[in-house]
């Protein structure tokens, strides 16, 4: 049975390797394809970035780290928002033990 840590290590690895192989058929060096996946960082964006590159099929860099810097910006919006509804769950939840609290008290 494969643990969590290892199914997420090897999902990586295979977004990364056809991120990369995507950038090797449009003529580009699989080095931009292994800065592209470290750059996007998980697999679900590296799939966005490799459907991109199957359907767009880009002849510039430029095109590609354009997409590139947008797929991470909403990646990075989507962990801040999930970051915000935690600390605001958090945050509701020590209210709620405080309003407990409070009414043990009366």
């Known amino acids: 049975m494969i643990d969590n840590k290892a199914r997420n290590r090897l999902e990586w690895s295979m977004a990364k390797s056809d991120l990369c192989r995507e950038i090797l058929s449009l003529g580009f060096p699989r080095e931009f394809g292994d800065l592209l996946a470290k750059e996007l960082g998980s697999p679900r964006a590296m799939g966005r970035m490799t ?56």
Do not use: C, F
């Not at 797929?71 to 709620?96: D, P, V």
């Open 51 to 106: 459907a991109y590159l199957r359907t767009t099929k880009p002849h510039s860099v430029e095109m590609i780290v354009d997409e590139m810097l947008a797929i991470a910006s909403e990646a990075e919006t989507w962990r801040e928002r999930k970051q915000s509804q935690e600390a605001q769950a958090g945050y509701n939840r020590w209210l709620q033990y405080r309003r407990q609290q409070g009414d043990e008290d009366e």
